[in-house]
Structures are given as structure tokens and as C-alpha cells.
């Protein structure tokens, strides 16, 4: 089946600071998702992406749909505490698929 | 407006028992999504309800995992029997329809022993 790889699997930063994480597949996409999870919760929606070269922000995240369509960028500028957690890719070919996530990026913020 | 809602929360059982989960998905929502997730990785599908029929179960162990929505609201999710490698959060998340953005429960938590 289809695989995600994504990197860096974590990150420590300091507050202030930029992130970019990246996902890429061994197949195609035609839709990328970016998502965070919270400990004791389910992963919530931060950005959608839908066509190739796409470029998507949500306040300080921003993502990128990659051109071959095999990868997808995030980026979050001037990090927050409250950007800690787990960020996770997600790819599907058809709307009615299911979503094929990749392993997750864990975010720490040292004090 | 409520959002996708799992129990229990935690469950922690001996390999070979069974064990079922349940989700109440977002009113109206007629697709619903069952997701493992083992410890360090994403979630993974395991099956999708399109009101009360399976359009994609094809990562089921149908051997000892089942699933149903009968009136095409509620599902639960059960293991019979369960094995160690079964260790792992339980993800529900239901869509307004097939292709629409997926809402997640915050997950039931399996430990088998």
C-alpha cells in the first residue's frame, strides 16, 4: 500500500522560532492534509490542500502541495507554546478514499 | 454542536478477551471512519461506513475484528480475540459525507496484556 514518509520525526525548538516539516509518498496524491494532535486527543484539521503547487495558510501555519503531487511542506512561523504536539500528513487519491497518514512529527519547545 | 464522542475512554484487557468500542458521530454525518493507532505512528483506516454499509474494509483482520452501524448512526467496533500487538488508541471520526473534512473522536486507549 501506499506510504508516507515524514521528517524530521521531532523537532526541538525554541519559542520564537520557525518550523518546517515535510511528507513525501511513494505514490501520487490529489489531496494533502495537514493535521495536530494533542495528547488524549484526536487529530484536528489544520490545513487542506487540493490541487499541485498549491500554497495554503492558516494564520502562522502555511503548507504547500508539491508539484509531482508525491509531497507537501508545513511551515509555522514564530512557534508558541501552544504549538507543541504531534503533526501528521495525510494523503488520499479520490474524495471517498480513507486517509493514509504518515508517522507524525513530534514538536517540543524547550523553554 | 457536539462533537465525535468514544467509550470508554480506557480499556485494558487479557489477550484472547473480547473487547467493543463505541462511537456516536457528529449528528448528520453519514460516513463514519474506524482508525487504529499504535504507539508512535499515524492512524491507520480499518474500515468506512457509508451510512449503514462497509465501503472499504480491506485493512480489517476480518479474522478477529468486526464492525457494524446498524441503523446507520451509532458503531461499534469489537476484538475477538484480542492480542498484544491489538495495544493501541482506537480513532472514530465521521465526515458529512464521503469526501468531506473528517472530525475526530479523542479516541479509546486498548491495553492488552
Known amino acids: 500500500g501506499q506510504q508516507l514518509n515524514q521528517s524530521p520525526q521531532s523537532m526541538f525548538i525554541q519559542e520564537g522560532e520557525d518550523v518546517s516539516m515535510n511528507c513525501t509518498s511513494s505514490?501520487?496524491?490529489?489531496?494533502w492534509l495537514w493535521y495536530k494532535q494533542d495528547p488524549g486527543e484526536g487529530p484536528v484539521l489544520l490545513i487542506a490542500?487540493?490541487?499541485?503547487?498549491e500554497l495554503t495558510s492558516n494564520g502562522r501555519l502555511t503548507a504547500q502541495f508539491g508539484i509531482t503531487r508525491k509531497d507537501s511542506f508545513l511551515n509555522i512561523s514564530a512557534s508558541i507554546p501552544s504549538d507543541v504536539g504531534i503533526y501528521f500528513c495525510?494523503?488520499?487519491?479520490?474524495?471517498?478514499?480513507?486517509?493514509?497518514f504518515g508517522k507524525g512529527t513530534h514538536l517540543i519547545i524547550q523553554p | 454542536e457536539a462533537g465525535v464522542a468514544q467509550s470508554p475512554r480506557y480499556k485494558i484487557i487479557e489477550k484472547r478477551q473480547s473487547v467493543a468500542f463505541w462511537c456516536n458521530p457528529i449528528?448528520?454525518?453519514?460516513?463514519l471512519y474506524w482508525y487504529q493507532q499504535i504507539l508512535g505512528q499515524g492512524p491507520k483506516l480499518l474500515i468506512q461506513?457509508?451510512?449503514?454499509?462497509?465501503?472499504?474494509d480491506s485493512q480489517l483482520p476480518k479474522d478477529r475484528f468486526s464492525a457494524e452501524r446498524l441503523k446507520g448512526v451509532d458503531s461499534t467496533l469489537k476484538i475477538q480475540p484480542a492480542k498484544l500487538e491489538d495495544s493501541a488508541v482506537y480513532l472514530c471520526?465521521?465526515?458529512?459525507?464521503?469526501?468531506?473534512?473528517?472530525?475526530f473522536g479523542p479516541g479509546t486507549r486498548l491495553t492488552v496484556t
Open positions: 471520526a465521521s465526515s458529512l459525507d464521503r469526501g468531506g473534512q473528517q472530525y
Open positions: 505514490s501520487i496524491f490529489n489531496t
Open positions: 490542500l487540493y490541487k499541485a503547487g
Open positions: 495525510a494523503g488520499r487519491n479520490k474524495p471517498a478514499d480513507g486517509l493514509t
Open positions: 449528528s448528520g454525518h453519514a460516513t
Open positions: 461506513f457509508q451510512n449503514n454499509g462497509v465501503v472499504d
